[in-house]
């Protein structure tokens, strides 16, 4: 089967395996305790420029999202996200399960803004209603655009006149930060989050993302939240020397700009067949207004996800690539394309 | 203060207190194991033509709502609400806090309709999504309309074709069942509900609510979720006792029908002034709409419920009505407003 | 049926009632912000020596303590109770439905001391352990203990040194503080807890405790809490009217008082008859013990709680007393007992 | 440093490693419905002599209790365990966070009885205490103790007659399967519980266990509780292509084995030295009683578990070994004890 499902459909890049394999025969403290996860630390305090960043390594990304946003809320106060928000939509609730509404909004482009959280404020103003105290946002969104440097900027100096907390879901980190439009740096992000996570899964890596607490009034006994989530690994190092290995040379954001280069080559195919685009291409996923015919024609031969009908003639396609995608897998699509449309 | 700000704000009807001094001097069972709970089981279940309906006393409506609605819901399940739903705004993410998602859906009156809850299951498709399991509704709405018998047949054959659970919000049943437009009965609640509630408090009870299972696969074992949520009064017969009073000669129905006439006299003092409704008046809540400098003399001479901007002149404010409300109370509010339009 | 069940099994005291009645017709704020919360609040300052005491208003028991208790800790964190104490046995899981371990404690006499929290803390060291944050206590306990004032100092200098807070359940505090051993204060009780609630439902109230913060660190938000919990009542003045009635002129006092009297002769009665007790009689419960022959006639004749087989002979029968227990009530147990011994 | 800390400090067995190399191209469906998750569920189905068996790949021990707990008990149930479960120690109350009470018992060995139980079952009689519903069991126990077939059979047939669930956390399964005084069989495991897991951590997995449900009836919709509690990998296949390795030419077992067989020499090891055991040594982890001298030279040159005083001069000590552990490694033990003894 041809695939454009998804970016998590190969195990892992070889030389993250290969440094997997180099330290097979060591033995380890547990839990996160050991030397690799120390050297991953630092590294990426580096990286952050951020020497007293709090950095813990989780095995995935909705276990990541519940523990550090149930880790951060009192009983009784709420997260706000884009009604396209991960958290909101495709988590099974795991937010609510902790005890915790997520307050949707929607959104053009699965981008929040200070100007649509306003109103959220306004209408909640006292003990009858939930009391909204962090912000959730996914770089790239669930639409595969990104945030500048002064939306993030604007949206953090919003959060702390409001007293709101920012976390930021970076499970397609790499792509945001690869995009072309891109200008945010890693220590950006530092400075303008409360706490971020940088995904390892959609970015070669076989399991495991990088939990950072720039703010140190939230993060105290952490890893309590942590263990009673189920969320911390024994041998949390196979997470670290992945990290430590993406983060050598920039490979991370090779694999991103990589993924981010396949799909600009996809997009190229789909504007020559005359389609267009439900969100603006920025990164690795597109969303592909589709005909209903050449929409069935297409998932007859491929794997990709269906979202459904936009009216009684087109649906919406979504296509994503990947560290791992070849560009002979474009060229078999565009050919296939050409020979349906002529 | 004059006052339109709630139908809560006076402590008892005083047959209901009659009712109550009567029964001082006697020992009673605790917990909902007494005398005057098993007669207020009997009556309603004749008043439903429902012999084995499963019939509980609760101190309150929200804590009702969240102890219904988390013992009929799995950990993963949902429940389905209008957006201006009573649980999705106005109950401090109480049924968040029992682990469950609440979806919401826009409506143009408060009111749900197997139409709008189609696309809502349509997009909850797989284990990536909370699983929709109950429907929640209120009659009267939180904005004063009501279900017809058809509207509640309607919704209720399409929860039964999908599988659903539909559970009644009655905190305001009696101003329901007294509207003027209204054709539903107290033997239709049995009928096309699964489970509702039987609001006392804002009918005269100083507190109190009647939850009834109709669906007597969804109730095992209530009792220890009841206990659980501290939900069960050691003196339950104190709600009891008035629910009986209630029922007794009809004078449920006569003290939402007392609510409702003084809402009706209200709205042609607000008509004669010139105003519109932002929703249609059919029970005691109005929604009227004001230009802002009016509303300004109205919120300083009443204590009423401010809804807040409609556009940069106008503003929303509601006026309940409740039994106790008295028609000169109405008479002032004329005179006064008739003399700052003339 | 003659009925040494509970406390709580007649409706309301007559000064209670009456004072309920003399407001009927006010028209008052919702949700505790009305006059006679107010002045209720101002009432137990005063008799607290504590003029910033944080005073809220609760329908039962139950859920003040999963409220209070939830809403001080954070989600890794456990309550330690003794092993008899109502929330680790009586309340359905209501704390740990919030999230919350409950460490119990074997004690002698349903006490908690720092000599058996010390092994508790000891063994609770790091982050693969809940972490102990918050001592429960009852007054009197469980098993009709009381603390002294001595007790209750240490419990809470241990606390203090620990970082620890400490919470008193108040159910029977009337009791407890009218014992004839007793010399514990309010105003002892305002500066060795960190919060506490006074028990009304077995008091004498139809329903209603009220909870006390003297800690201002952990009552932030509160009201929060209390709404998510369905833990506020809408006429939330029915609870401070009875208060208010409660603490003029040393009622709650001599409603505890009489409850003891009653017990202390009950003692006396069950001590003729040559039978010992399985618990220090100090207050209005007594824990009898029983050969199972006598104990079955007893419960032929008497409501009363069952608390199983001590061995194969002999069983323990709890005796409850009442501010509405009668000197002929306990004559008749008397001479009952003594034409079966004799 | 030396080290018989715990047997999860080595990343992988090199054969799993190579079976993970082996798939490294291959683009795979994710969250568990790829072919190598379905291969490693036939195998273990055919293991099983349980055909219809529903298999599930989890990433940790501690998630895959909170899921499968969580997944069957209604809000109100509890679960019992020995107080030694790892349920009720070591996993920060991850059980009371999903809402439910671990009702902990004494036991001599670990392990839980009938007879232990029985009382629980008793005492828990009405809707005032929670209702037990599952009784969780580890095999190998917390104590390194094993259940034999007919303890196993008899826990069963007394869940089955009073509807119970029983679940056994087979972390150490491997070990336990392969002790000398062992008679259970992966069949036996798939007759008597109605759902237990296979550990993979522990067994020379990176990450990995698999769940077994045998009992149809409680695994409806268990993969949105996996969703929800972030307890499904996305790339699934790297448990179960581990998985797979481990059950071929049986590995597991053979690893299993290992571990015991150093321990059994690390026993005798300790039985020279004249030392006595706080629990019967019959797997991989031994528990030994040190003088308080001894016991600080051994924690100066070993990471191992100390479990604290057992009186004023003696205190317990943990030693674990595993499937990486080499005879070299006890005979320095042996040879450092010896030197200090004579």
Redesign the interface.
Known sequence: MN?F??D?????H?SL?KS??A?????????GLDEYCKQAITNIQKRLQSPHADVHFM?????????VI??IL???Q?VIAANTGHIN??????I???????ISVPTADGKLTPELIEPVL??HSD?????PKLIYISNTTELGTIYSQQDLKNLYQYCQKNRLFLYLDGARLAMALAAKDNDLTLPDLAKYTDVFYIGG??VGA??GEMVIFNNLSINQ?F?????????I???S??VAVQMNELMQNDLYFQLGQHSNNMADKLKIVFEKAGLTFASKPQTNQLFVNFPNQLAEKIIAHY?VDNL?PIDDHNCCLRFCTSW?TQIDEIDRLDRLLQSWLS
Chains 1, 2, 3, 4 share one sequence.
Do not use: C
């Not at 025969?25 to 839990?31: P, T």
């Not at 095995?59 to 523990?67: D, M, R, S």
């Not at 609510?96 to 997520?102: P, R």
């Open positions: 695939d499902l998804n998590y459909n190969q195990t892992v070889p395996l997997f394999i330290i097979n025969n060591k033995k380890l403290a547990g839990y095995p995935g990304g909705t276990i990541t999202n519940l523990t149930s880790h009192k009983p009784y709420a939509v495709h988590e099974t609730g795991a609510e399960a902790t005890g915790h509404k997520v306004f209408h003990e009858h209603m939930v009391q899964t959609k076989f399991a006994d890893r309590f939240s942590m263990k009673q989530k189920g969320a690994l024994a041998k190092w196979i794997a459904g791992s």
